[in-house]
């Protein structure tokens, strides 16, 4: 109960996490699986097998009370597969999503750049300062929306008869009412809300200091005026604040 909160792999898919960060985790597969993580992950995203599939999310829910996936780290049948494992097994699932697709995906365009993926890395060794960012691709960014909102819509149709908890990054993010989103993941979870360390909840949720995309950063983009621009007529959706000091 207590740990249940703070436990998790984070994405198991992703390029080199499991080498990275979970070892012992990886060290419970076959030695095909290892021999596919110790070299980098091709970009066919169906390298993996089913049966390799079900393999390291074994290992995974062996060692922790459950994952973080991303679904772009999988092509589409194998996340159908991912998800009939969770919901043969009547695992919880926390679907979350973005009420901006547009942020979603100039975020990974910048990490794209960058080759910053996370806040860490991103201030780490080449300082924020140093980065240089080339002008944001307005055509992928609007082929990504489109396919962001289509496996939205096709993920939601598959567990639409599950019991699933629906939550945007806003809402738990940007928004005055983080505790009561975070008390009804417990709620969904099954968690005692006693069980929440108030300290280590205030530091998680502390945006603007675990935001890695800051105003800063956003006014580096060399067309960020045409990028809102576009978001606007295209998909009526007013970014303009994130150019805010």
Same mark, same amino acid.
């Not at 365009?109 to 890395?121: K, V, Y």
């Given at each position: 109960q207590e740990n249940i909160l703070y436990e998790a792999v984070v994405e198991p898919f992703g390029r080199h996490n499991l080498t990275r960060w979970y070892e012992k985790i990886l060290l419970l597969c076959s030695s095909e699986v290892q021999e596919i993580y110790a070299k980098e992950l091709p970009e066919d995203k169906d390298s993996l097998t089913r049966s390799q599939i079900i393999e390291i999310l074994d290992a995974c829910y062996n060692s922790s009370f459950g994952i973080k996936h991303l679904h772009s780290h999988l092509s589409h049948f194998r996340n159908f597969c991912l998800l009939e494992y969770a919901m043969i097994r009547g695992y919880k699932i926390i679907f979350l999503t973005r009420d901006s697709h547009v942020l979603k995906d100039i975020s990974a365009?910048?990490?794209?750049?960058?080759?910053?993926?996370?806040?860490?890395?991103a201030r780490s060794g080449e300082s924020e300062k140093q980065i240089v960012y080339n002008p944001i691709d307005i055509e992928s960014l609007k082929e990504r929306v489109a396919w962001n909102q289509r496996h939205k819509e096709e993920f939601g149709k598959i567990m639409s008869d599950y019991d699933v908890h629906k939550v945007s990054y806003e809402e738990i993010y940007c928004r005055n009412?983080?505790?009561d989103e975070?008390?009804?993941?417990?709620?969904?979870?099954?968690?005692?809300?006693?069980?929440?360390?108030?300290?280590?909840?205030?530091?998680?949720?502390? +945006?603007?200091?675990?935001?890695?995309?800051?105003?800063?950063? +956003?006014?580096?983009i060399p067309n960020i005026e045409e990028v809102i621009q576009f978001a606007k007529e295209e998909y009526d959706d007013d970014i303009s604040y994130i150019i805010d000091p």
């Open positions: 365009q910048l990490a794209q750049q960058s080759n910053a993926w996370s806040r860490e890395e009412n983080q505790l975070v008390h009804k993941i417990m709620d969904y979870l099954g968690v005692d809300r006693g069980g929440l360390c108030m300290d280590q909840f205030h530091e998680n949720m502390d +945006y603007d200091s675990n935001k890695q995309n800051t105003s800063a950063v +956003y006014n580096k």
